[in-house]
């Protein structure tokens, strides 16, 4: 009923940047939040950036003034520029999104998960 896909990782040098895009599609009546989310190997998985359907935005302390988070309404995407790049980043990154969907004749709130994208930050 409703997909999430993530895309643009990839292999980077420290210091480098990349641009991750997630877009959910199907079923969907209306997103509230969107989000990241990375997890690194041996590692919980925790929030990098949020960014609410007015915009709002929230930052992990690691990623401030490294990371942007963006969103289109309009297209059900959000967008993560990632510049000057650690290696310590290196994880496989997730998009959530809280939204409200279709089912039948309903609407439920629920929120759903990217496949993730891997990045690397290497030299």
């Known amino acids: 009923q409703v997909q999430v896909v993530e895309s643009g990782g990839g292999l980077v040098q420290p210091g480098g940047s990349l641009r991750l895009s997630c877009a959910a599609s199907g079923s969907i009546f209306h997103i509230n939040g969107m989000g990241w989310f990375r997890r690194a190997p041996g590692k919980e998985r925790e929030m990098v950036a949020t960014?609410?359907?007015?915009?709002?935005?929230e930052y992990a302390e690691f990623v401030k003034g490294r990371f942007t988070i963006s969103r289109i309404n309009a297209k059900n995407t959000t967008y993560l520029q990632m510049n000057n790049l650690k290696p310590e980043d290196t994880a496989v990154y997730y998009c959530?999104?809280?939204?409200?969907?279709?089912?039948?004749?309903?609407?439920?709130?629920?929120?759903?998960w990217g496949q993730g994208t891997q990045v690397i930050v290497s030299s």
């Open positions: 960014i609410t359907n007015i915009g709002t935005t």
């Open positions: 959530n999104a809280d939204l409200i969907f279709y089912s039948g004749y309903e609407r439920r709130l629920d929120d759903f």
